[in-house]
């Protein structure tokens, strides 16, 4: 007997090692690799198909101990392929220029999915040996994955993620020791369950530190910051928004300025470096109350706006290390709200280096809210003179493309149309982003802001615009109401005194664009001529990046590959052309194909042995099995990955919405399919019929045009259409239920997002349960195909989902996923 | 003719090994070893032309041939489609095999940045030969580069300009390239280490100044430090990944500072090729 804690304990164990692999990437390397990296290995989880249906037969006889070595093989390779892959040589970086690091990435894909592949076998080994059960094993095993996702998120407020790694190997070894307490009857042997569990926590806590110790990149700039002579270490902190190293550097200042005038000469005070993951530099300036040392900021593209406005009440979304109110202070803004989404990093500027910082926070006028800043704007019914953006990630960074697979839900078409809505008549929004050649970022922003404007009504929104830049930044800034005579000669000046260029400014000419900071073409000018006039279709196909505003529905403002630039890109990639190409699309791609490839030889394959097996009469079709077990692979993970992004736009914060989401969506999916085996017998016993067959009678229109259909499989199509009906009830209410709860707090948005989640889980916890059950009574050689099947098709749809809502956006995720349901209850009719 | 030694040993020892005699082996590859490395030691030595340096040079002469066919394409950066012949001399009279560690001499002359260590890369040689010739350096010049790295760059300006000060920041970086520099015998580089905000105030001003280390702002001491038609080059981008370049030029007349934004390739972005 296994007991079925045991494989909640895997399955918990697996799906946190997934998450906390995304973690320890993201602050070892920065590259899109990672991804790859995670998405491949997780064919583990298909090859465990695989390999049990070729040794299932022998495994089944000891299945107490195959599960318990497979579950104390993935605790050991959960940290060992990690200490393994620490010391590889691997550098993403210079993938284009080393044919040689494609062979790493290949030992990195074998290496991860040895984890994957163990935790897998347990699970499917416990589908297998137990067909009576299967319901309830997926039940927990979808259950403990649940727990994994809230559990690790927890672990990783209290513990670095390299310490969070041996939780993750706990988990296996506690579910061996749990599978080896068990007799045959099922009775836990407790004191020897007790002494194993012991023994369990001792090897994890025994294993040295050193061989999970993090090891950042070298080009990293928390590394490189490192070699320099007098750099300290002065905190680090463990997170849920990332690791934090707070650094100071007593021979050799920070100096960071970005967007600084070339004309200023002032140098500015010492500052604290503070770096998430090892990267993405911002700073704590010292601040004594003196404005004088501050003046430099005045010479930054950001202090634009506070040449146009008088004593500004002013919205900052995302502060950082508070540069930007240091910024408003100096301009005496008499009311600065700042809000940042890192709660880590507000303590820090306000409590731990408070003397350092000046407690910017306290002065007169300022408030600090910890928010995410499209949830802080939606709730707040307050109007400003000036909100605004201010750059917050490294150049190196941006300029790598690496958020180019991330959600950015502040810079979509529906953000700037709450951005207007709250601010003031005259009052700005203004954003300040790093400068790319050919332009991407501001160009994106700029048709933004012309399809906000033009949202609201206003028919010339080229007299509300304007772009600035200056060597390695730009500003975009949007009026709420029309430029005036007074307002474009302010700007003109600004920028003159300080060597800035126009990029754009209605009444500006093509040379005045371009005087202090040369560009070989009128990139900004053309562009956002461009925009403003009729010729902006024709603009977004011809160039050849992506720069048409994104949506909520489509939020990946980091992006903008096109296939149209990639032969070109590609052939001038030592020239340059590799660092204009955007990665992130590109390698998701890769990825796709290399994982395609690998899933139909990992599906394939068990065929092989699998062939000599003779069908009995009427039995399922082999095709009909794999047909409906990647149809619902897929549409899982469709509907999820789709779902999860609705609500962290109502949520706010990606880093506990995401996981909170996902636990709802996997808990009450398991609940749903504990449920499957009586949904049968209850609906069996209702038509009075023997199972599988049964018939339902379906009534339209009171009862003047009935018709009967026969339904082999009522189960399968109550939940079928229980997914599509609460599917679609999300498509249609929910964006503006959302718009009207955004304003609760957080915890009843918690509330309503699990009363949302809950049906549309429940139902989608049945298909694989109940198909499943009649695999097992057809043809249970084929059990394991079917599971393998499924992990497959679940790795493949993770990545297809996020190409396709690139491309289509969320919704068109979502309805796919419908369609691929009912694919699915057409296949096993 | 290191490497075919290295062969040559290797398979004596199989051969002796296949025959059982595993201490005799061990001696015969221990002194072959010793052998092998003096060899190594002797041809890096410079004893009179070896088929390596032939090698060598005919290795550099396919780098300038791969630079110039890449001239070609970056005419918008340098307002011509060649890279100056001045240039092409120095970037061929390097041995930049010197400047790699030796587990990557084989790429040295390969189209391509290499890693040096501490984070750092020696760049493309292209990118170098493009830096060098956007600041047009004239036998009688002074020129200031911030960020020494492996001393590439400087070794090549040293076969251009009067004079080359290099500062490094990451001491490590800098003692080695310093100590490598005047091995080489390039006795018109002065290295230090350091701040390189404040650019070389003693030897100011600067024909030309090299900023190869990232900065998220131009230092205005360096602007200062920059002869009134003098022209300085900053390198943008990521790690292995040059986006492009800044030049930053002082108007003789009224010492107005500008910038221009180059790309290292001639890369149109509208599709239809005009607007």
New interface residues.
């Given amino acids: 007997m296994l007991p079925l804690l045991a494989v909640a304990l895997v399955s918990a164990g697996a799906l946190a090692f997934e998450v906390l692999l995304t973690r320890l990437f993201s602050i070892i390397q920065w590259h899109h690799f990672a991804y790859m990296i995670i998405s491949i290995a997780l064919l583990g989880y298909g090859a465990s198909g695989a390999f049990l249906a070729v040794t299932g037969n022998r495994l089944r006889r000891h299945v107490g101990a195959a599960f318990a070595a497979g579950a104390i093989l993935f605790a050991v390779s959960t940290v060992a392929s990690f200490a393994v892959a620490e010391r590889l040589p691997f ?1 993403a ?2 993938v ?3 044919p040689r690091q494609l062979l790493y990435l290949l030992v990195l894909y074998l290496l991860f999915a040895v984890p994957f592949f163990c935790a897998a076998t347990c699970i499917g080994l416990a589908l297998v040996a137990f067909p009576e059960r299967i319901g309830r094993t997926y039940r927990y095993d979808l259950v403990g994955a649940s727990m994994g996702a809230i559990g690790l998120m927890l672990t990783l407020i209290v513990l670095f993620p390299n310490v969070a790694l041996k939780v993750v190997a706990l988990c296996g070894f506690l579910a061996a020791a749990l599978a080896i307490s068990v007799r045959e009857t099922g009775v836990v042997r407790k004191r020897r369950a007790v002494g194993y569990a012991t023994a369990a926590i001792a090897a994890c806590a025994a294993l040295p530190q050193s061989w999970t110790a993090l090891q950042l ?4 700039g928390l ?2 910051t490192l ?3 007098g750099v300290k270490v002065l905190a680090e902190e463990a997170g849920l928004y990332g690791l934090l190293t707070v650094v100071s550097s007593s ?2 200042p920070f ?4 967007g ?1 005038s ?6 500015p005070p010492a500052q604290l470096g503070v770096f998430t993951d090892g990267d993405g530099l911002t700073v704590i300036t010292a601040f004594d109350s003196r404005l004088e040392p501050l003046a430099y900021l005045d010479h930054t593209l950001a202090a634009l706006p506070y040449h146009l406005l008088e004593k500004p009440e002013v919205l900052i979304l995302g502060v950082g290390g508070g540069a930007d109110v240091l910024l408003a202070l100096l301009h005496r803004a008499p009311r600065i709200d700042a809000v940042e989404l890192n709660p880590q990093l507000v303590r820090l500027v306000s409590k731990r280096f408070a003397e350092f910082a000046g407690r910017p926070y306290e002065q007169p006028g300022v408030r600090i809210h910890v928010a995410e800043a499209r949830s802080f704007v939606a709730g707040s019914r307050d109007r400003y003179d000036l909100i605004q953006l201010p750059l917050l990630d490294s ?2 960074t941006a ?2 493309g690496m958020h180019s697979l991330s959600e950015s839900y502040i810079y979509t078409i529906e953000a700037f149309e709450q951005y207007l809505d709250h601010l003031r008549p005259g009052g700005y929004l203004a954003i300040t982003r790093w ?4 332009p991407r970022d501001s160009l994106r922003l700029f048709a933004t802001a012309v399809s906000a404007l033009e949202r609201r009504g206003i028919g010339d929104p080229g007299r509300h615009l304007a772009l600035v830049r200056s ?2 930044t730009t500003t975009l800034l949007v009026k709420n109401g029309p430029l005036t005579g007074e307002d474009a000669a302010a700007i003109r000046r600004f920028a003159e005194e300080r ?1 800035f260029d126009l990029g754009f400014l209605r009444g500006v000419s093509r040379e005045e664009a371009n ?9 900004f000018f ?1 562009s956002a ?2 925009l403003l006039g009729p010729q902006r279709k ?2 977004f ?5 992506d720069v048409a505003p994104t949506t909520d529905d489509r939020p990946y403002f980091f992006d903008f590959f096109k296939w ?1 630039a990639l032969p ?2 590609l052939e ?1 990639r ?7 190409l955007d990665w992130g699309y590109a390698v998701l791609v890769a990825t796709l194909v290399q994982a395609s490839v690998l899933a139909l030889v990992l599906i394939l394959t068990p065929l092989l042995w699998l062939g000599r097996q003779r069908p009995q009469a009427a039995a399922l079709a082999r095709w009909r099995i794999a047909l409906y077990f990647i149809a619902i692979g897929f549409a899982f993970l469709f509907v999820e990955i789709a779902s999860i992004q609705r609500f962290v736009l109502f949520l706010g914060h990606p880093v506990y919405a995401i996981p909170v989401v996902l636990c709802a969506f996997l808990f009450f999916a398991g609940l749903g399919s504990g449920f499957a085996p009586r949904l049968t017998a209850r609906l069996d016993a209702l038509q009075g019929l023997p199972a599988p067959g049964a018939l339902i009678r379906l009534t339209g229109g009171e009862g003047r045009c009935g018709w009967v259909v026969r339904v082999r499989h009522p189960a399968l199509a109550l939940a079928v259409t229980g997914i599509v009906a609460a599917a679609v009830l999300h498509l249609v209410a929910a964006p503006s239920l959302f718009r009207w709860l955004i304003p609760l707090p957080d915890t009843l948005k918690i509330a309503v997002s699990l009363v949302l989640i809950a049906p549309l889980a429940f139902f989608m916890g049945l298909p694989f349960p109940l198909a499943l059950v009649r695999v097992a009574a057809a043809r249970p050689g084929l059990v394991p195909w079917a599971w393998g099947i499924n992990g497959c098709a679940s790795v493949l749809s993770a990545i297809l989902a996020i190409l396709l809502a690139m491309s289509l956006g969320f919704s068109a995720v979502l309805l796919i996923a419908l369609g691929l349901y009912l694919v699915a209850a057409a296949t096993l009719r | 003719m290191a490497q075919q030694d290295k062969i040559t040993t290797i398979d004596l020892i199989r051969a002796i090994l296949a025959r059982n005699r595993a201490a005799l082996a061990f001696g015969i590859s221990l002194a072959a070893v010793v052998l092998g490395t003096s060899l190594v030691l002797l041809v890096s030595a410079r004893l009179p032309v070896t088929a390596v340096q032939t090698e060598l040079a005919a290795e550099r002469a396919q780098m300038v041939t791969t630079m110039e066919a890449h001239a070609k394409q970056a005419s918008t950066t340098l307002g011509r489609n060649y890279i100056a012949p001045e240039v092409l001399k120095a970037v061929s009279a390097v041995p930049r095999h010197e400047f790699v560690s030796d587990r990557l001499r084989g790429d040295a002359y390969a189209d391509r940045p290499l890693p040096i260590g501490y984070g750092q890369t020696i760049s493309q040689p292209f990118i170098v030969a493009l830096m060098t010739d956007l600041v047009r350096v004239r036998p009688d010049d002074a020129v200031l580069e911030v960020g020494t790295g492996s001393g590439y760059q400087a070794a090549v300006l040293a076969h251009l300009a009067r004079r080359v000060y290099t500062i490094e920041i990451v001491p490590g970086l800098a003692d080695s390239a310093a100590t490598r520099l005047q091995r080489l015998g390039y006795s018109n580089v002065v290295a230090r280490t350091g701040d390189g905000y404040y650019g070389w105030e003693e030897a100011a001003p600067f024909d030309s100044i090299i900023v190869t280390a990232a900065a998220s702002q131009i230092p205005p001491p360096l602007i200062r430090q920059l002869k009134p038609e003098g022209r300085m080059v900053i390198p943008v981008g990521a790690p292995f990944a040059v986006q492009y370049l800044v030049l930053v030029e002082r108007d003789p007349d009224n010492g107005q500072v500008t910038t221009r934004q180059l790309l290292p390739v001639r890369f149109v972005p509208l599709a239809s090729g005009g607007q």
């Avoid at chain 1, 005087?515 to 990139?523: I, K, S, T």
């Avoid at chain 1, 196909?541 to 990046?545: A, L, P, T, V």
């Fill in positions: 550098n970086l210079a284009i220029w080393e990149s070298e080009y990293k590394s490189q070699l320099v002579p021979t050799i100096r960071y300025a970005p600084l070339l004309s200023n000469s002032m140098e150049f190196a300029a790598a400068l790319k050649l050919p060597w390695n060597a005087r202090f900071n040369v560009l070989d073409q009128y990139y053309d001529i461009a024709e603009f196909r011809d160039y050849k990046f149209q070109e890109l001038r030592t020239l340059g052309g590799a660092a204009l």
